[in-house]
C-alpha cells in the first residue's frame, strides 16, 4: 500500500514537472529553425546544421524527415520554417509555389542500376523507355540471358520517380510493378532479385549493384555537370516569403562555397557551383 | 449529534471507494476520449475524398486501378482500392490461420505441461520477439524468406506468401502471450474435476480448458490479426508493393498500409492524392471493426457458460 | 479411437509444434545475435552516430529508445491500470462495455503510421510540442495503452474470487481490496504486459519518424537541467531512438558500414530487451513477494 502510494506521488511530480516543462520550453531565446521535408536530402542538412550550429548558439535547428510532400504542405500551412523537397513545388500538387522562394542546395544524380547476374551493361534511351513501360519483358531482347524483367519502380509523387520519368519516359506510363520507397530498400531488392532492374541516386549504387550507362554515356558527376548525362534533378530548401534573418543565413550557409565543396561532394551530392546548365520546373534545359 | 452525523456521513472506505471507482472511471473516460478523438480524425478525414473530391465510393470498393494522383482514361482520377482490401485481407488472414495453431500449442504447453524452466524459457523469448523493430524483420523476410519462397516455389518471392511467412513470426507473441494469460485464467479446480473424472490429459485440455478459454483466444487472435493487419515497414519489404490484384499467393501486391505508408510523405495534405491514402486508413479502420464482431460472434456461441 | 492413444498423438502433436516453432524463434534470434554481436564494442556504445563517414556509434540512441520507454510507461502505466480496474472490477456485463471493449481492440489495429501522423497534426504541429520525446512518449502511449489495459484486466480476473471475498468480509473497501490483495497477486501477470508493450516501444518506428523525429541533435550528459536546451533529460528535445535509426540507416543511410550498423544496433536492441526483461520479471517477483507476504 505505501508502494504505490509513493508510486502515485511520483508520477504526480512527474506530470507537474511535465507541465512546468511545456510552459518553460518554449520561452528560449534562440531563433528556431525547423526543418522538414525529403528524407534523402536529410543527411546532408543535418550535418550542415550540426556544422553551422557549432559556429552559431543563438540559433536551434531541428532538421526531420517525412518525405517531400510532408516538408511542402507543412510549409505552406507555416508550420515549419524550411521545407526539403526532392521536387519543384510548381509540380507538387496542392502547393501554391508562387508564395514560396525556392533554395537549390544540391544537384542529384539517377542511374539505372541492374542485377548483376543479368550481364547488360549499357542500354539506349528507347530501350530502357521500353523496359519500364513493359514492351520489352526479356533480358535477352537486350542482349542479357534468357530472364524476365522484374521492374521494380519508386513509388508515385517522390521525387526519384519524377525525374526519371521526366527524362526517360516522356510522357508515357510505367507498368505496373513492384514500387519501393526508398533508396536502401531498392538498392537491396535490385541486388539479390535476379532480373531485376530499378534507378538510384549516385550516392547508393556501389559493387553489389550494376550500374547502366545509357547511349554508351556513363552515370558520373562529370556527365552530370555538363547535361550529357540526362536524368538529374535539384535538391531544394523551400521557404515562405517572409524569411527571417537566421534562416536566411543559415540557407546562405548550406549554398557557400564551403559547404558544396566538402559535404555536399561527401554525402555523394553534386555541388550546384558546378553545374553548366539549369534546368526549370519543367525540366527545360537553360544554358 | 456526533454519532448521528457519522451515522449519515459516509464513512472513509465509502469514500475511498467512491474515490477509487472515480480514478478508474476517468481513465477508462480518458481511453474513450483517445479512441473518439483518432476515429473523428480517421473518419473526416478518409469521408472527404468521397465528399470534397465526388469520387464514387463504390468505384473506389470495387476498381482496381489505383493512382489518386493522376487522372485516368475515363478523365477521372483512378482510385481504385480493391487489390489492396482484398490483399490485406489475405495476408491478415493466412498469418492468424498459420500462427493460432502454434499458438495455442506453445500456450498449452506453457500453461499445462511445460515444466517450469521450458516455461520461462519460451516466455523470455516470445518477449523478445515483440521488440524486434519491423524494419528488421522486414530485411530479414527480404534476405532470407524471399530467396527461399522464390527457390522452391518460382516467381520473384515477393507476394502474399512472404509477407504471411514474416507476419506469422511477427504476430506470433502477440497471439501465444495473450493465449497463455486466457489459459492461466482458467481455474485450476475446473481440470483438476475433469482429470478426477478419469478423462485423460488431452481430454481436459480440449474439452474443458480450451473450452473454457476460448473467449480469451479469440481476443488474442484479434490482437495478432490487428497487428498484422496494420504492420506497414515489414510487409512493404517482402510483398513486392505492387497495386495489382493478386492473381496468386506469388504475385506481387500491396496491403492498405503499406500504400498507405509509402505514399503518405509523398502527397500534400488536402489533395486527393493524400485523402485517398486516408480512405484506405478508413477502409483498416471498417474492416478491423468487421474482423472484431465477427470474431465476437464466433466467441459468443463457443462460450462455455 | 481409444482416448489414450488420441491423448498421445495430441500431446505429440503440441510437442512437435513447440519445438518447430522454439527452432525458428532460435534461428531468428541467433541470426541476428551473430551477425551483430560481432559488431558491438565499448566504442559503438558510446560514440555518436555519423551521417556518411563509418564508425558510427549509437549512445544517443540507446539513450532515447530507454528514456522513451520511461516516458511512455509513465504516461500510460496509470491510464491503463486504472482502466484495466475498471474493465476487471467494476464493468457491467451489458453493451456498453463491449463496445468500450472493441472500440480500445480497434486502437491496438490501427497502423503506426496513421496513429503517428495523427499525433504529428494534433500534438507536434496543433498544440507546438514540437519534434519530441514527449510527442513520442503520447504517440506510443496509443499503442501500449490496449496491450496495456487488456493485460491488467485479464490478470486481475485471474486472481481468484475467493480473494476478494476474503478482503470484503475482513470490512475492508472495495477500492482497498483491490489495491491491496487484488492487485498485489496480480503483478506478475501486469509485469508481463509490461514488458510487452515495452518491446513494443523498443521496436516502433513508423510513428516515431513523424514524432519523436528522426534526427538526434548533440546532447549534454553532464547537464541535469531539464530545461534546457541539449540536456539529456529534456522531453521537449527531438530524438532518434534505435529502431528508428535502424530504419534510417536502411532506407536513406549512406554510410559504407549501413549494414554492420544496422546489425548491431538490432543485437543491441534485442540483448536490452532481454536485460529488461529479466530485470523486470526479478521485480516483478519481489514486489509479488513483498506485496502478498508469499514466499
Redesign the interface.
Known amino acids: 500500500?505505501l508502494?504505490?502510494k509513493k508510486f502515485?506521488a511520483i508520477?504526480s511530480v512527474?506530470i507537474i514537472?511535465?507541465a512546468l516543462?511545456?510552459a518553460?520550453?518554449?520561452s528560449?531565446s534562440?531563433t528556431k529553425i525547423?526543418v522538414v521535408g525529403s528524407?534523402?536530402l536529410?543527411?546532408l542538412v543535418?550535418?550542415t546544421a550540426?556544422e553551422y550550429?557549432e559556429g552559431n548558439n543563438n540559433v536551434?535547428i531541428?532538421?526531420?524527415?517525412?518525405g517531400s510532400g510532408t516538408g511542402l504542405s507543412?510549409l505552406q500551412?507555416k508550420?515549419v520554417t524550411i521545407g526539403n523537397s526532392d521536387v519543384f513545388a510548381e509540380n507538387q500538387n496542392g502547393i501554391d509555389a508562387k508564395k514560396m522562394i525556392d533554395h537549390k542546395v544540391a544537384v542529384v544524380g539517377m542511374a539505372p542500376v541492374l542485377n548483376k547476374s543479368i550481364g547488360v551493361k549499357n542500354l539506349s534511351m528507347s530501350q530502357l523507355r521500353a523496359i519500364f513501360t513493359g514492351e520489352i519483358q526479356n533480358w535477352k531482347q537486350v542482349g542479357g540471358k534468357n530472364q524476365k524483367i522484374e521492374v521494380i519502380n519508386r513509388v508515385k509523387g517522390s521525387g526519384t520517380r519524377a525525374t526519371f520519368e521526366d527524362n526517360v519516359l516522356k510522357g508515357k506510363s510505367a507498368i505496373k510493378s513492384q514500387e519501393q520507397?526508398?533508396?536502401?530498400?531498392v538498392k537491396r531488392i535490385v541486388a539479390s532479385t535476379p532480373g531485376a532492374i530499378s534507378y538510384l541516386a549516385f550516392?547508393?549504387i556501389d559493387k553489389t549493384l550494376q550500374p547502366v550507362s545509357i547511349d554508351n554515356i556513363q552515370p558520373n558527376d562529370k556527365n552530370v555537370e555538363d547535361n550529357s548525362w540526362k536524368i538529374w534533378s535539384y535538391e531544394h530548401m523551400y521557404t515562405n516569403k517572409d524569411i527571417n534573418k537566421e534562416t536566411k543565413k543559415f540557407l546562405e550557409y548550406v549554398q557557400s562555397k564551403n559547404v558544396q565543396n566538402s559535404l555536399v561532394k561527401?554525402?555523394?551530392y553534386i555541388s550546384i557551383h558546378n553545374m553548366k546548365v539549369t534546368k526549370d520546373d519543367k525540366n527545360k534545359i537553360i544554358e | 449529534m456526533e454519532i448521528k452525523k457519522k451515522l449519515l456521513m459516509p464513512s472513509k472506505?465509502?469514500r475511498?471507494?467512491r474515490?477509487?471507482?472515480g480514478?478508474?472511471?476517468?481513465?477508462?473516460g480518458?481511453?474513450?476520449l483517445?479512441?473518439t478523438?483518432?476515429?473523428y480524425?480517421?473518419i473526416s478525414k478518409g469521408l472527404s475524398t468521397f465528399t470534397t473530391n465526388n469520387i464514387n465510393i463504390l468505384d473506389f470498393l470495387t476498381k482496381q486501378d489505383w493512382s489518386p494522383s493522376s487522372i485516368g482514361k475515363d478523365g477521372k482520377p483512378e482510385v481504385g482500392a480493391l487489390p489492396m482490401i482484398v490483399t490485406s485481407f489475405g495476408v491478415t488472414i493466412f498469418s492468424a490461420l498459420l500462427a493460432t495453431?502454434?499458438a495455442i500449442?506453445?500456450g498449452?504447453?506453457m500453461s499445462v505441461?511445460a515444466p517450469k524452466r521450458g516455461r520461462k524459457f519460451?516466455?523470455?523469448?516470445?518477449?523478445?520477439?515483440?521488440?524486434?523493430?519491423?524494419?528488421?524483420y522486414g530485411?530479414?523476410g527480404l534476405t532470407?524468406i524471399v530467396p527461399i519462397v522464390r527457390n522452391i516455389f518460382g516467381g520473384t518471392g515477393f507476394g502474399i506468401l512472404s509477407a504471411t511467412l514474416v507476419l506469422f513470426?511477427m504476430v506470433?507473441?502477440?497471439i501465444t502471450?495473450?493465449t497463455v494469460?486466457?489459459l492461466?485464467?482458467v481455474?485450476k479446480y475446473l481440470s483438476d474435476a475433469s482429470l478426477a473424472l478419469g478423462?485423460?490429459?488431452?481430454?481436459t485440455?480440449?474439452k474443458v480448458i480450451l473450452r473454457s478459454a476460448t473467449p480469451?483466444i479469440l481476443?488474442a487472435i484479434?490482437?495478432g490479426?490487428?497487428?498484422a493487419?496494420?504492420?506497414?515497414?515489414a510487409v512493404q519489404m517482402v510483398i513486392g508493393n505492387a497495386t495489382l490484384m493478386p492473381k496468386s499467393l506469388l504475385t506481387p501486391s500491396s496491403t492498405?498500409?503499406s500504400q498507405?505508408?509509402t505514399g503518405?510523405g509523398n502527397t500534400v495534405m488536402g489533395t486527393l492524392g493524400n485523402n485517398a491514402l486516408w480512405s484506405l486508413?478508413l477502409v483498416?479502420?471498417l474492416m478491423?471493426?468487421v474482423?472484431?464482431?465477427i470474431v465476437?460472434m464466433i466467441g459468443k456461441r463457443g462460450n462455455l457458460k | 479411437m481409444n482416448?489414450?492413444t488420441?491423448?498421445k498423438i495430441?500431446?505429440g502433436?503440441?510437442?512437435s509444434?513447440?519445438a518447430?516453432?522454439?527452432a525458428?524463434?532460435?534461428s531468428?534470434?541467433g541470426?541476428?545475435l551473430v551477425t551483430g554481436v560481432p559488431h558491438i564494442s565499448w566504442h559503438f556504445l558510446t560514440a555518436k552516430s555519423q551521417?556518411?563517414l563509418a564508425g558510427g556509434g549509437i549512445r544517443d540512441q540507446l539513450f532515447n529508445s530507454v528514456y522513451l520507454l520511461f516516458l511512455t510507461l509513465?504516461l500510460s502505466f496509470?491510464?491503463?491500470?486504472?482502466?484495466g480496474?475498471?474493465?476487471a472490477?467494476?464493468a457491467p456485463k451489458n453493451w456498453i462495455t463491449?463496445v468500450?471493449r472493441?472500440?480500445?481492440?480497434?486502437?491496438?489495429?490501427?497502423?503506426?503510421?496513421?496513429?503517428g501522423?495523427?499525433c504529428y497534426?494534433?500534438f507536434v504541429?496543433q498544440m507546438?510540442?514540437?519534434?519530441s520525446i514527449?510527442s513520442g512518449a503520447i504517440a506510443l502511449t496509443?499503442f501500449n495503452?490496449?496491450?496495456l489495459?487488456?493485460?491488467i484486466e485479464?490478470?486481475l480476473?485471474?486472481v481468484?474470487n475467493l480473494q476478494r471475498e476474503a478482503g470484503l468480509s475482513l470490512?475492508?473497501?472495495?477500492?482497498?481490496t483491490?489495491?491491496?490483495i487484488v492487485?498485489p497477486a496480480a503483478v506478475p501477470?501486469i509485469i508481463?504486459g509490461i514488458?510487452?508493450s515495452?518491446?513494443?516501444v523498443?521496436?516502433?518506428?513508423?510513428a516515431l519518424?513523424?514524432t519523436a523525429?528522426?534526427?538526434a541533435?548533440?546532447i549534454d550528459y553532464a547537464n541535469w537541467n531539464?530545461?534546457s536546451?541539449n540536456s539529456f533529460l529534456?522531453?521537449?528535445r527531438?530524438a532518434e531512438t534505435?529502431?528508428v535509426h535502424?530504419?534510417?540507416?536502411?532506407?536513406?543511410?549512406?554510410t559504407p558500414d549501413?549494414n554492420l550498423v544496422?546489425s548491431g544496433s538490432?543485437a543491441v536492441?534485442?540483448i536490452v530487451?532481454?536485460i529488461f526483461?529479466?530485470s523486470a520479471h526479478w521485480l516483478g517477483r519481489l514486489?509479488y513477494k513483498?506485496?502478498t507476504s508469499n514466499s
Open positions: 500500500m508502494n504505490l502515485i508520477i512527474f514537472s511535465g516543462l511545456t518553460c520550453g518554449s528560449s534562440k525547423t528524407t534523402a536529410q543527411p543535418e550535418e550540426n550550429q536551434s531541428t532538421v526531420q524527415g517525412g507543412q500551412s508550420a520507397d526508398s533508396n536502401g530498400t550516392s547508393f561527401k554525402l555523394g | 472506505e465509502t475511498q471507494d474515490l477509487g471507482k480514478i478508474s472511471y476517468l481513465s477508462i480518458f481511453i474513450i483517445l479512441v478523438l483518432i476515429l480524425f480517421i495453431p502454434f500449442a506453445i498449452i504447453y505441461i519460451l516466455q523470455i523469448i516470445i518477449e523478445m520477439l515483440v521488440g524486434i523493430p519491423s524494419v528488421v530485411f530479414l532470407i513470426v506470433l507473441p502477440t502471450s495473450l494469460d486466457s492461466n485464467a481455474p478423462a485423460t490429459r488431452w481430454q485440455i480440449y480469451g481476443t484479434i490482437f490479426m490487428a497487428r493487419f496494420g504492420e506497414a515497414l492498405l498500409t498507405l505508408t503518405i486508413a483498416l479502420l478491423s471493426l474482423f472484431n464482431i465476437k | 482416448p489414450k488420441t491423448n495430441a500431446i502433436v503440441i510437442y509444434f513447440v518447430l516453432v522454439v525458428i524463434l532460435i531468428l534470434i541470426y541476428i551521417s556518411f509513465l496509470p491510464i491503463a491500470l486504472g482502466s480496474i475498471y474493465l472490477e467494476y463491449d468500450i472493441t472500440t480500445i481492440e480497434v486502437l491496438s489495429s490501427l497502423p503506426s503510421v496513421v496513429v501522423l495523427f497534426l494534433l504541429v507546438h510540442i514540437g519534434f514527449l496509443f495503452l490496449p496491450l489495459t487488456r493485460n485479464d490478470s480476473k485471474s481468484s470490512g475492508l473497501s472495495n477500492w482497498k483491490i489495491m491491496g492487485l501477470g508481463t514488458i510487452l515495452a518491446g513494443r523498443f521496436g516502433e518506428a513508423a519518424i513523424y523525429g528522426q534526427s541533435p548533440i531539464i530545461f536546451d529534456n522531453p521537449m527531438p534505435l529502431a535502424i530504419w534510417k540507416v536502411n532506407s536513406e543511410g549512406i549501413a544496422s538490432s536492441l534485442i530487451i532481454l526483461n529479466l514486489l513483498k506485496m
